[in-house]
T-cell receptor, first 113, second 114 residues
Framework: EAQVTQNPRYLITVTGKKLTVTCSQN?????MSWYRQDPGLGLRQIYY???????DKGDVPEGYKVSRKEKRNFPLILESPSPNQTSLYFC????????????FGQGTRLTVV | TQLLEQSPQFLSIQEGENLTVYCNSS?????LQWYRQEPGEGPVLLVT?????EVKKLKRLTFQFGDARKDSSLHITAAQPGDTGLYLC??????????????FGKGTKLSVIP
């Protein structure tokens, strides 16, 4: 089954404790991205990757890092999480950066206390 | 400033009624997409419209892209409880890297009451 898989689905952590949210897709897509979804603000792009070893900032990149060492994986790293990063996070993939249709994972609900 | 304005934000209707959701912008988009998101799930793509004036139908759902490619509407005929969810529009624009970047509206939360 074609899918985008995020882990974990739920995470509660403390301020400053480094964490990684994993994202994997099995559709051989070139383009992957991370979004956060907040009430009243909608979905906002954090980072995106056009292909392996090619990443760039989205609209709200502060406090986040990403890497793309393999085509299928695109982890999101919070080096020192803060409470304002409490949010619902989505990973998405597209066949390429030249196509617009995005396939989303099921989301990771992160709470930073 | 929100690039894509969706209205209404909330909509509660009875089963069998018709409804229209709007997505407006002052910017021109290469294409516009509509997604539906259910609680606890990621958005799922419903349709992509590309050409100004384009109309696409998906069973009881009709999507229209404005002539100037700045706005879109989603019309649902004879709504059913299964249509309940958050409807998101997303406009695609070319980014500096030659890829497309999606900008999402805040969504319309639809509740269809049996």
């Amino acid at each position: 089954e074609a899918q985008v898989t995020q882990n974990p689905r739920y995470l509660i952590t403390v301020t400053g404790k480094k964490l990684t949210v994993t994202c994997s897709q099995n559709m051989n897509h070139e383009y992957m991205s991370w979004y956060r979804q907040d009430p009243g603000l909608g979905l906002r792009q954090i980072y995106y990757s056009m292909n392996v070893e090619v990443t760039d900032k989205g609209d709200v990149p502060e406090g986040y890092k990403v890497s793309r060492k393999e085509k299928r994986n695109f982890p999101l790293i919070l080096e020192s999480p803060s409470p304002n990063q409490t949010s619902l996070y989505f990973c998405a993939s597209s066949p390429s950066g030249r196509t617009t249709e995005a396939f989303f994972g099921q989301g990771t609900r992160l709470t930073v206390v | 400033t929100q690039l894509l304005e969706q209205s209404p934000q909330f909509l509660s209707i009875q089963e069998g009624e018709n409804l229209t959701v709007y997505c407006n912008s002052s910017s021109v988009f290469s294409s516009l997409q509509w997604y539906r998101q259910e609680p606890g799930e990621g958005p799922v793509l419903l349709v992509t419209v590309v050409t100004g004036g384009e109309v696409k139908k998906l069973k009881r759902l009709t999507f229209q892209f404005g002539d100037a490619r700045k706005d879109s509407s989603l019309h649902i005929t004879a709504a059913q409880p299964g249509d309940t969810g958050l409807y998101l529009c997303a406009g695609a624009r070319r980014s500096g890297a030659g890829s497309y970047q999606l900008t999402f509206g805040k969504g319309t939360k639809l509740s269809v009451i049996p």
